[in-house]
C-alpha cells in the first residue's frame, strides 16, 4: 500500500470518528430544554456550539483577485467593492498674501511732503538722462533717432518742469501757513486767500520770472496763452457765451 493510500485511510477514519462524536453530543443536546440549550450557548460560545453541533467549515475562502495590468500603458483595473473614503488628503496650499501699501495700515500714513523729500534724488538724475540726451542729439545724423530723442526731451523737461513747480508752491504753502500760525501767536485776524487771489499772486511771479529771462520770452508766454484760450473758446458750445 503506498503512502497517499495510508493518508486517506486516516483522513476518512478521522472524518468517521468526528461523525461518531457529533451524533453522540446530538443525541445528548436533544434531551436538553429549550432554556438549557440557550444557556449552553451562552457558556461555551456561539462559535463553540455551533462547531459542536455542525463541525468545523472545511471550505477554503477564495483567493483575493489580484488586479493587473495587461499592458503597461494601460489603466489599472480596481475593484468596486473596495470604498472609496469621503475624505481624501488633499495637500493644503499655502495662500499667497498680497499686500497693498496704500491701504495696509502697517505702512503707516502716507506723507506727500516726506515722499518728496525721500525721492528727491530722481530731479538730479533727470538732469542727467537730460544732458546725455542733448549730447546725442546733436552728435546723431538719423532723423527717426533724432525725433524719438526730441520727444523724449520735450517729456523730461515737462517733468523736471512740474516737479520744480510742485516744490516751490510747496514751500509758498508752508510759508503761509506759518505765517497764519504766526498771526494768531500775535492775536491778530488772520487773512486766509482764497483762489483766486493765489491764482494772481502766480501770475505775478511768473511774469517776473519771464521778464528777468528777456523780452523775448514774454513775448513767446504770451502767444502761447492766446493760442490756449483760442482752442478752448473754439470748443465752447454754440449758444454759451
Known amino acids: 500500500m503506498s503512502i497517499s493510500d495510508d493518508s486517506d485511510h486516516n483522513l476518512s477514519d478521522d472524518a468517521q470518528d468526528d461523525d461518531g462524536e457529533r451524533t453522540e453530543i446530538r443525541s445528548q443536546l436533544s434531551s436538553l430544554s429549550f432554556e438549557e440549550l440557550q444557556k449552553l450557548k451562552e457558556k461555551i460560545g456561539a462559535k463553540v456550539y455551533k462547531e459542536a453541533i455542525f463541525g468545523k467549515n472545511e471550505t477554503e475562502r477564495a483567493p483575493a483577485k489580484v488586479f493587473k495590468r495587461e ?30 501699501p496704500r491701504f495696509d495700515p502697517l505702512c503707516g500714513e502716507f506723507d506727500k511732503k516726506q515722499f518728496s523729500e525721500n525721492y528727491n534724488f530722481l530731479s538730479d538724475i533727470r538732469m542727467k538722462d537730460i544732458k546725455a540726451i542733448r549730447a546725442e542729439l546733436k552728435e546723431t545724423t538719423d532723423p527717426d533717432r533724432q525725433l524719438q530723442l ?14 520744480k513747480k510742485h516744490k516751490i508752491d510747496s514751500e509758498k504753502l508752508d510759508k503761509n501757513k506759518e505765517a497764519l500760525k504766526q498771526e494768531f501767536k500775535e492775536g491778530r485776524q488772520a487773512h486766509f486767500k482764497n483762489k483766486s487771489e493765489l491764482r494772481v499772486e502766480a501770475l505775478v511771479k511768473q511774469y517776473e520770472e519771464l521778464k528777468k529771462e528777456g523780452a523775448g520770452r514774454i513775448q513767446r508766454h504770451l502767444k502761447r496763452r492766446q493760442q490756449k484760450v483760442k482752442k478752448r473758446s473754439h470748443k465752447a458750445p454754440t449758444g454759451v457765451s
Open 71 to 100: 499592458n503597461k500603458n494601460r489603466p489599472r483595473e480596481m475593484s468596486s467593492k473596495k470604498p472609496v473614503p469621503l475624505l481624501q488628503g488633499v495637500p493644503t496650499v499655502k495662500k499667497k498674501e498680497i499686500r497693498d
Open 150 to 163: 526730441r520727444r523724449l526731451l520735450q517729456r523730461l523737461n515737462d517733468q523736471h518742469k512740474a516737479s
